[in-house]
């Protein structure tokens, strides 16, 4: 069973809807991640973020907006999104946001756009 | 800037065989290594991962790698492989000093026949 918990786990969205992607750890992990998994191919970084603040955005279009209300809560905001996002959202945890320490990854969600 | 190439997209192997997965990475600072393994319809999970010290590290469900600094590889291998094991495989690399941001490479699909 994995320890980070993503939820939906499928999303069928037209361009014009507004829903949002959620992502939940009780490790007590304080850096989360949000990476994009197209078809076949690796992850992708979007966003870090260390103790509830934003520390990394990889040049992500503003239509995809995440928040992180708490420790232990992570959100992906969707808005206006392109047939092309459609992919694997993938969330990950990690205790802090040091690079020698294995990123803990969520079962993902797989999203459709029309 | 790092870069880390796996050069087999796909490696089929019987049941009870042995397996390599190469990785090689090109980075202009010191890293840190680590493989993933990603199950259908999941997400990822780590197997390995080298920090320091013994370049030889052994991980989760028999697998092994070993990091040779002077080739900049880092191979994946385990000596019998099981119908279990048919998954995507992933090598990452993150810097050592920089934040927690895995770069991974673009995956080798592992199949074992019976």
């Known amino acids: 069973d994995t320890e980070v918990t993503q939820t939906p786990k499928h999303l069928v969205m037209g361009m014009t809807n507004k829903k949002s992607l959620k992502c939940e750890q009780h490790?007590?992990?304080?850096?989360m991640y949000w990476y994009k998994q197209k078809a076949k191919k690796p992850p992708e970084l979007m966003f870090v973020y260390s103790y509830e603040k934003l520390s990394i955005n990889e040049s992500v279009p503003s239509r995809f907006s995440p928040e992180c209300p708490n420790s232990s809560l992570l959100n992906l905001h969707l808005h206006a999104l392109q047939p092309e996002d459609s992919a694997l959202y993938l969330c990950a945890s990690s205790p802090w946001g040091d690079s020698n320490q294995p990123q803990h990854f969520g079962d993902g969600t797989r999203l459709s756009i029309l | 800037a790092q870069s880390v190439t796996q050069l087999d997209s796909q490696v089929p192997v019987f049941e009870e065989a042995p397996v390599e997965l190469r990785c090689n990475y090109s980075s202009s600072v010191s890293v840190y290594l680590f493989w993933y393994v990603q199950y259908p319809n999941q997400g990822l999970q780590l197997l390995l991962k080298?920090?320091?010290?013994?370049?030889l590290v052994k991980g989760i469900n028999g697998f092994e790698a070993e990091f040779n600094k002077s080739q900049t590889s880092f191979h994946l291998r385990k000596p019998s492989v099981h119908i279990s094991d048919t998954a995507e495989y992933f090598c990452?690399?993150?810097?050592?000093?920089?934040?927690?941001?895995?770069?991974f490479g673009t995956g080798t699909r592992l199949t074992v026949i019976p």
């Open positions: 990452a690399v993150s810097e050592r000093t920089g934040a927690n941001n895995l770069f």
């Open positions: 490790m007590g992990h304080r850096a």
């Open positions: 080298y920090l320091s010290g013994s370049t």
